[in-house]
């Protein structure tokens, strides 16, 4: 155990995550030596100032209280590890964060995060989320991690949980990005959901075991699920909704921002529709497919376009269809008028008009042709 990975997790023990002035400490004086700063307060004088001498008196509490080799052994004994910059499983993305990047990563299960992250989807949204929200989460999920997609989230109630379930359900990567320790299944109702995931993919946090969620924390690893990614997708999210943090945080990075359209009068998809009517950088999407093209390799993952059942008509040939088109909607013609509206010879009409009733399309009536009532049925 070198001193540098000691050093580092005892910060996480020590500060709360992505502090910009505990990171500039620690880009001065290394890790060791920030943990030495805070122990005895010395710190250079041109970072000194009185937010960071406030921040220095608590911090040296929580230090004095830090059991570094004590929580790298609960870690290592769920199965855990710590990562630190550098690291071969470091992703390197979350050094967009600069300032605000995590002191080091607690993990804990068999996926390996950063080749995980080479092809990501943040999916985020709201807890409380409509059954609309909780399917097209799932549906997503499943496609994009059968298309060999990590779906990363944050293991919350509603469309996280619905997201991280949809990817394990196509037996994909999923990453869960906590507020609290990997070993604190928050909110408990997803503790079977947080152990699947720690057996098959990884759960993952800046705070080391037992620390337990606070509001600011949620608020924080928003920007850890927006860095890691190549976009986020809101799949819901209420005016207040914290998906619209991450959405921030996306856009803030430069990373790809999407969100799904709900029913207008839907209270969950409010913060979605806010994004797409007033924010730029926002992307309409309806289908897996339309995700895959925003994130993916220009000119290599375009989503094909969508289109119609194909119908009986739609096999017609050229003429048919026209004569089939120059038949009235209700009653009937005669084959003068419909060699006059279809823009064809009479002799051409009789014979498709013959072609057209063997195919069920015609018949013939009183005052001529008229269409049958399958041929009335929408286009």
Not at 303 to 309: H, L, T
Not at 332 to 341: C, E, L, N, R, S
Request: glycine share 10%; aromatic share 4%.
């Amino acid at each position: 155990m070198t001193g540098e990975r000691l050093a580092r997790a005892a910060l996480t023990a020590t500060a709360e995550p992505g502090d910009a002035l505990l990171n500039r400490i620690v880009d001065r004086l290394g890790p060791v030596g920030a943990v030495e700063a805070i122990r005895t307060g010395d710190v250079p004088d041109d970072l000194l100032s009185e937010r960071l001498a406030r921040c220095l008196q608590h911090w040296r509490i929580r230090s004095a209280a830090a059991e570094p080799e004590r929580d790298l052994e609960i870690c290592e004994r769920l199965g855990g590890r710590l990562i630190c910059p550098g690291d071969p499983e470091w992703p390197t993305t979350l050094d967009d964060l600069g300032g605000e990047r995590p002191y080091a990563l607690w993990l804990r299960g068999p996926g390996d995060l950063r080749n995980a992250c080479l092809r990501s989807v943040a999916m985020v949204g709201s807890r409380a989320a409509s059954s609309y929200g909780l399917r097209v989460a799932a549906e997503f999920a499943a496609d994009l991690a059968e298309r060999g997609w990590a779906v990363v989230s944050g293991g919350a109630l509603g469309i996280d949980a619905a997201a991280h379930r949809g990817a394990l359900a196509a037996d994909g990567p999923t990453v869960a990005v906590l507020a609290n320790g990997v070993d604190m299944p928050y909110p408990a109702s997803n503790d079977g959901l947080f152990a699947e995931i720690a057996r098959r993919a990884v759960l993952v946090s800046e705070s080391p075991p037992g620390v337990e969620p606070h509001r600011l924390r949620f608020l924080v690893r928003n920007r850890v699920i927006a860095a890691l990614c190549r976009g986020t997708v809101v799949v819901e999210a209420e005016a207040r909704s914290g998906a619209l943090s991450t959405a921030a945080w996306t856009r803030k990075l430069g990373r790809v921002l999407m969100a799904v359209p709900g029913p207008v009068d839907s209270r969950t998809s409010v913060g979605c529709h806010r994004l797409l009517r007033e924010d730029p950088s926002a992307s309409l999407v309806t289908r897996p497919e339309e995700v895959v093209e925003a994130v993916g390799r220009i000119g290599d993952d375009l989503a094909p376009v969508p289109s119609g059942p194909v119908l009986p008509r739609d096999r017609l040939e050229p003429t048919a269809r026209a004569v089939l088109e120059a038949l009235p909607g209700r009653g009937a013609a005669g084959p003068a008028q419909i060699a006059v509206k279809a823009g064809v010879d009479l002799a051409t009409v009789n014979g498709k008009l013959g072609l057209l009733a063997a195919a069920g399309f015609v018949e013939r009536c009183a005052a001529g042709w008229r269409l049958t009532k399958s041929a009335k049925q929408p286009k």
